[in-house]
């Protein structure tokens, strides 16, 4: 879904933000209503606790691709599959092409 993933660059910080700074690269976690934070957008406010420092060694496409990528693989092997600590369950997976 269209603006559910975002990651960029620090502007401006809040007068009452500890841990991060002008300049710094982030990413952030999406809300399940993507209109909330306006990800969409060339400029974004976010509640700080949506916001992640982005490692150095991830680009910016892929950190904020990771949610969404988490959020399927644990929708699918703990609430559909149920998979727990314990399972002794294999998934195996197979791509679908259609052409």
């Not at 909330?36 to 949506?50: K, S």
């Not at 092997?77 to 791509?95: A, E, P, R, V």
Request: no cysteine; glycine share 8%; net charge positive.
């Amino acid at each position: 879904m269209l603006g559910l993933e975002a990651a960029g660059i620090i502007e401006k910080v809040g007068s009452n933000i500890d841990g991060f700074g002008k300049r710094e690269e982030v990413f952030l976690t999406p809300n399940i209503t993507p209109t909330e934070y306006g990800f969409l957008r060339e400029y974004v406010v976010a509640p700080i606790q949506a916001v992640i420092k982005k490692p150095k060694n991830i680009s910016f496409k892929k950190s904020a691709a990771i949610w969404m990528a988490y959020g399927t693989a644990y929708a699918a092997l703990i609430l559909n599959g149920s998979l727990k600590k314990s399972s002794d369950k294999l998934f195996l997976f197979q791509q679908q092409v259609q052409v």
